[in-house]
């Protein structure tokens, strides 16, 4: 027997099973979840139904809607600035580059990793009992969450950098202020914009869904339609932040090109 | 008095490579010195502990008679702001403009606040010009430097370094990079720095006929130490041969090309 | 020691400068994202006072979380379980409904202008809805608990594993498909023998990175009534147990990185 197919049998075999496990996690995941056949169709046809009525969308709540998601705007905005601006020292101390501390910039990215576990639903909801329900509760959980997401971001960038720029600098005698402003920060503040503008986008679509819990925003005209079944209302919100959604998507999209 | 001098110059890295065994010269004002050897050899080595990029881990270096290796911080950056480096990937800042990366040259000169606020006197500016336009580059002075080519980015390098005003030059394999005619225009450029504004230059290089034709005198180091001293006229392929310790290949040369000036 | 200055014949002023108005507008946008950003920080209620007073009712919350009741872990365990099923059966089903979403919208394989850009279409447009809006949306419609998160997970899954191999497609070898195309065969033995050799590996890697995304999302859905571990996680905030609460988040963040490293290994080898 030749030595190849014992190769090629070992593979097939790891093959053949990794398939049979997945078919069996799947049986068991879908038994677990409790759905057969019939249920799904059942509930994918009433889900047809409901958004058949949420067209046509109650216009009436046109402006409410606007003004709510001129806020969710707004705490996105505000969010990603206190996140960009939170970060940056953050990232300074964790990467590994800047300081000479190994313990300290393990701290760094320790805290980082910790603030990123929480997603920024969550911390709305700790937020919304510690502030009140509202806007502020909303921009600062966007603001907390963007702090850890991007201070990771930046750190990569800060440890990518080229140390060529900064050889020159210090063999021409310059301190280490002048080493920073001249070869650093020309290169890590351009990608330090556009990591934080690539941030505002995500965070648009998460401050859409705060409202659900209070935090502000168009969530929380959603939040209200869809206790009272207000298919119509829910309809029209839907589209405001579809519109709006993608508006920022390629404003930032724009953007972004032209500062890399 | 000479401006440089290493006495006993040895170095070793941390993880115990002996790069430099002991090495001792003289070199005088004015001087055009190219330093030959094998990759690994030494060279860069004997560079960056000129202006203690690297420390020297014995011996001595002496820049205008005051031992560098002893100094502290602030006489060590008025020590480096006398001594200009170019290097062989050029190291230029690459988002900002050719202006500014020469006066990132010149900020050692400047106080602090200056540099941040990018409030230059006139004096300063005309340096930087006048820098850029020695090496023939002036026209190019707003243009981002990653839009230049190879060539035009060492030129610059040359006017950063130039913009110091420094009594020596390091050219640290300024011209690996380049092709022959590009590399030519630019030795052509150290040497003008060297014969006309009297500027002590140090260049290493790998092509040892760009050694013989611009050198003055050639040190030649072999696995650390110093195997070869005098000048460019008295060296031919032996000589190069015993520095490397083998014949020399196709490599070590550059050539010339029909364009060439 | 002037060392530098040659003979100075030239005129600074005639050297190119770069465009002054791009800078000039890049400074004026930046001023008014700036002024927008004071006043909504204004009308927000965002200044010190504010954030200040929240501050001690916000420790207060964080100190009741701690310690965290190990005790509870038990009675865990079966809605982490719920929570992966979610994960589990949402991402298959969306990245089987994905494979001929995918083929529609790739235009090396659908030569139908229209049809590719409708399915385009609406592939970004289920894409930007986010996907809790989804899990809430279902919700009110079939009622809490695990269906409607899976059925938000299927579109989410849909939607991602769709656009990635979508763009994969784009990028493949076209020559083995017009060789087989030209040999005679119908479309669907075309897309069988040139296509899906090249795309098998790309298809499941995204899924699986799906899948990963899917886990997260699925700890979360669960606070919209969702399923899951995030519906027991509302539970016990609402009920003020805090401690349970604080046992849920860190478990979590353990069962997250467990899975991350797992699908991480996994497509390693697959790649």
Known sequence: MRPESNVRKRDKFIRWSAFILSVIVLIWATLGVNINFGELIAGISSIVNIFGLMFPPDMSYLSNTLVRMMESVTIALLGTAIGSVLAVPVAFIAAQNLFASSFVSWLGRQILNAIRTFPSLILAVFFVASFGPGQLAGLLAVGIHSTGMLGKLYTDVIEDIDTGPISAMEASGANKLEVLWYAVFPQILPEFIATSIYRFEINMRASTVLGLVGAGGIGVILSQALNYRRWPVVGIALIVIVIGVTIVDYSSAYLRKKIV | ??????????????????????????????????????????????????????????????????????????????????????????????????????????????????????IYPEHDKDIVFNSLDRVNILEKAFARADELSGGQQQRVGIARALAQEPQVMLADEPVASLDPPTSHMVMKDLQNINRELGITVIVNLHFIDLAKEYGERIIGLNNGELVFDGPAEATDKETFEMIYGRSITAEEEIGRDSSVI | MIVVSSNSNFDVSKIPRPNKSLKRNWTIGLLIAFAFLVYSARNTGFNFNTVADGLPDFFRLIRQMYPPKWATFPSLIEPFIETIQIAIVGTFIGAVIAIPVSLLAANTVNKNNKLYLVSKFIMNLIRTVPRILYAAVFVAAVGIGPFPGVIALIFFSLAIVAKLTSESLEAIDTGPIEAIETSGANKLEVILYSVVPQIAPSYISYSLYVFEVNIRTSTVLGLVGAGGIGQTLMTSLNLFMYQRAATIIVATFALVIIIDLVSTKLRERLI
């Open chain 2, 1 to 118: 008095m000479s401006v440089l001098e290493y006495k006993n110059l040895s170095v070793t890295y941390p993880g115990g490579v002996e790069a430099l065994k002991n090495v001792s010269f003289e070199i005088e004002k004015g001087e055009f010195i190219v330093v030959v050897g094998l990759s690994g050899a030494g060279k860069s080595t004997l560079l960056r502990a000129t202006n203690r990029l690297v420390d020297a881990t014995g011996g001595e270096v002496l820049f205008n008679n005051q031992d560098i290796t002893k100094v502290n911080k602030r006489e060590l950056r008025d020590i480096r702001s006398d001594i200009g480096m170019i290097f062989q990937s050029f190291n230029l800042i690459k988002r900002s403009s050719v202006f500014r990366n020469v006066m990132a040259g010149r900020a050692s000169h400047l106080p602090t606040w200056r540099n941040l606020l990018g």
